[in-house]
Nanobody, 116 residues
Framework: QVQLVESGGGLVQPGGSLRLSCAAS????????MGWYRQAPGKQRDLVAT???????NYADSVKGRFTISRDNAKNTVYLQMNSLKPEDTAVYSC??????????WGQGTQVTVSS
């Protein structure tokens, strides 16, 4: 099992920046991919960005060029740097860890609100 704890959400004005963190513990060696997903009110949960154990990344088209996912293996932590935030980025952001034998693990989610 893997436990994920997110932090870094909050309220920010349009054009501002936030950095989300996701600290993993437990069976971390079973993790192949970590990522961030988001769910806005009344909408389905969508992929934001993922990073594989080898370091390759994948982004949703809507965040390319604005968001950057990274990982610190020594701290077992994944980050999502979000720049040039827009009101449509408002959502609950959840951290995900996936492993072939592990399956999916989710964090509790953190609220990001972009509003003036």
């Amino acid at each position: 099992q893997v436990q994920l704890v997110e932090s870094g959400g909050g309220l920010v004005q349009p054009g501002g920046s936030l950095r989300l963190s996701c600290a993993a513990s437990g069976s971390i060696f079973s993790i192949n991919t970590m990522g961030w997903y988001r769910q806005a009110p009344g909408k389905q949960r969508d992929l934001v960005a993922t990073i594989r154990s080898g370091g390759s990344t994948n982004y949703a088209d809507s965040v390319k060029g604005r968001f950057t996912i990274s990982r610190d293996n020594a701290k077992n932590t994944v980050y999502l740097q979000m720049n040039s935030l827009k009101p449509e980025d408002t959502a609950v952001y959840s951290c995900n860890a996936y492993g072939y034998e592990l399956g999916n693990s989710w964090g509790q989610g953190t609220q990001v609100t972009v509003s003036s």
